[in-house]
């Protein structure tokens, strides 16, 4: 069972920067894994922030381009979301995501306050 644990989360002023790290244990095919960060503020459902996949291809919500940048160390077995020019609207509880053949693992989250 692949465990994803999330970290980096914190308060920070807007315009500020955080960034967000998905650490996974027990995936010995890590690389061969697509990886993803989703955000889910109360009252909204979770949504993508962006993907990335085994390829090193990526993907990223219109509402973050530009913004934030999202990487993996396949030896590390790590990805990481860097987030700059926060905003208010970035609130959320963040969380990263797994799959591969078929099925999905996802980690507890970690919260991301922009705030004054």
């Known amino acids: 069972q692949v465990q994803l644990v999330e970290s980096g989360g914190d308060l920070v002023q807007p315009g500020g920067s955080l960034r967000l790290t998905c650490a996974a244990s027990r995936s010995s095919l890590y690389r061969l894994y697509d990886m993803a960060w989703y955000r889910q503020a109360p009252g909204n459902q979770r949504e993508l922030v962006a993907e990335?996949?085994?390829?090193?291809?990526?993907n990223y919500a219109d509402n973050v381009k530009g913004r934030f940048t999202i990487s993996r160390d396949n030896v590390l077995k790590t990805m990481y979301l860097q987030m700059n020019s926060l905003k208010s609207e970035d609130t959320a509880l963040y969380y990263c995501?797994?799959?591969?053949?078929?099925?999905?693992?996802w980690g507890q989250g970690t919260q991301v306050t922009v705030s004054q």
């Open positions: 990335i996949f085994r390829s090193g291809t990526t």
């Open positions: 995501k797994a799959a591969y053949d078929g099925r999905t693992w």
